[in-house]
């Protein structure tokens, strides 16, 4: 394999399963160390959460647009354009007025499109964190039904830390299903049913898998309860993710869907090194660039530019799907070092990430198109104010070749 001008830039090397101590303590190793201002990435965490997920055979985690959704990709194919909304962090456990907000205002796009005889959205495209706080079954009712009753379309997800979580806070009541049962139940159904009148089970194959449209392949991936694919020292998803990209042909785009990101300039959380890495080994061992990289997790919007040689890649953050209802559940974004509000284009410390857009006061979603005539991947941000109507603009845009 030729040597690429970006090689430098991938960061590749695995965190071992007992890192040494990065603190100003390191003899005594407690608390979370700081990120310098600027940086995407925090520190990685000595011993990350790790729960097993279900087990699988490993075969046929593939489910192609046409076998569950086949008027919609004989639609998408014939128009030569896709398109279809994403949001992450949607279980509205403090009350569902934004969680609902949210899907009319994407229902609104899928009216107004259907009437104008414009590529309609196919379906939606959950970036994890369904039903908090532990993902359990007996509460996708309220936080997944009944909220997307008004929404018209499908809803595909991958799952989000909550979503496999079963360690429960103080006060509340005890999980007694496995990991991830609720998510599987309704995601990965081995058949359809109907535990709602108005929106049936989903059928996709795992936890993790790809979606294969007429011009993308969508690898969802699952970052687990700490944001690592795989416990430490092990790499069976990481082995499988990078046999997926493989796979992808070079006429279509590739768009992978991780709920912790890989990036992030918040004040709570920040991007998750194991998750980097993860992307960049993958980049790596197939010389292929994702066209688009999509997360949930941090409960705000921000979109980063990555530079990789002359392939500038979009990893998106847009985690304020519904769960922070009100201001103070969003994940503020820093400062600069003179206390002012990141300018668009701000250099991270990372050279080949920038953040070029944020947004840390609202709830919103994303519509992403595919043209497949022009192979071109088009985000579009759009804002669902706490008080007031949805905006009919994009509050933030990109555009991305394959």
């Known amino acids: 394999m030729p040597p690429r001008s970006y090689a430098h830039l991938l960061r590749t090397i695995p965190i071992p399963p007992h890192p040494v101590p990065v603190t100003a303590r390191p003899h005594k190793p407690i608390g979370k160390s700081k990120r310098l ?6 520190v ?10 279900p087990v699988t055979n490993f ?6 647009l046409d076998v569950i959704l086949p008027d919609e990709a004989k639609v998408a194919q014939d128009a030569g354009a896709l398109v279809f909304h994403s949001v992450g962090d949607t279980g509205g456990i403090h009350g569902d007025d934004v969680q609902k907000a949210i899907a009319d205002a994407m229902d609104s796009q899928i009216s107004a499109t259907t009437a104008a005889k414009k590529p309609v959205p196919a379906f939606c495209y959950n970036l994890g964190d369904v039903v908090y ?5 007996t509460l996708y009712a309220s936080q997944f039904y009944e909220p997307y009753q008004q929404y018209h379309a499908s809803i595909f997800a991958i799952a989000g830390n909550h979503d496999g979580d079963t360690h429960t806070r103080p006060g509340d009541p005890v999980d007694t299903e496995p990991s991830l049962f609720g998510f599987m139940r309704n995601f990965c159904d081995a058949m359809s049913h109907h ?3 108005y929106r049936p089970t989903m059928t996709q194959p795992y936890v993790y898998w790809t979606l294969e449209t007429p011009f993308a392949s969508v690898i969802g991936l699952y970052s687990n309860v700490d944001g690592t ?3 430490r020292g092990t790499s069976e998803q990481q082995q499988w993710f990078q046999e997926q990209v493989s796979r992808v042909p ?5 768009i992978v869907t991780v709920h912790h990101p890989a990036y992030s300039l918040d004040t709570t959380h920040g991007g998750y090194p194991d998750i980097e890495i993860a992307l ?4 790596q061992a197939t010389n292929r660039i994702p066209t688009a990289v999509l997360s949930g997790h941090v409960h705000s919007y921000q979109r980063f530019e990555r530079t990789l040689g002359t392939t500038k890649v979009p990893y998106i953050v847009a985690g304020a799907g519904g769960y922070a209802n009100k201001v103070t559940l969003l994940h503020r974004i820093e400062n600069d070092a003179n206390g002012k509000a990141l300018r668009p284009g701000f250099q991270t410390t990372h050279p080949d990430v920038k953040l070029m857009a944020h947004n840390d006061q609202q709830p919103g979603f994303l519509r992403v198109s595919l043209d497949a005539k022009k192979r071109t991947l088009t985000s579009e941000y759009f804002l669902v104010p706490f008080a007031g109507t949805a905006s009919v603009k994009p509050m933030d845009s990109v555009v991305a070749a394959w």
């Open 59 to 64: 075969t046929n985690l593939s489910l192609a």
């Open 280 to 283: 960049d080994r993958a980049i």
């Open 37 to 42: 201002l600027g940086d995407p990435v925090a």
């Open 195 to 197: 535990d709602s009148p």
């Open 44 to 53: 990685p965490k000595l011993y990350p959460r790790f729960v097993p997920p």
């Open 133 to 137: 706080f532990n993902g359990q079954s």
């Open 250 to 254: 070079s006429d279509r785009a590739l």
């Open 229 to 231: 694919l795989d416990a």
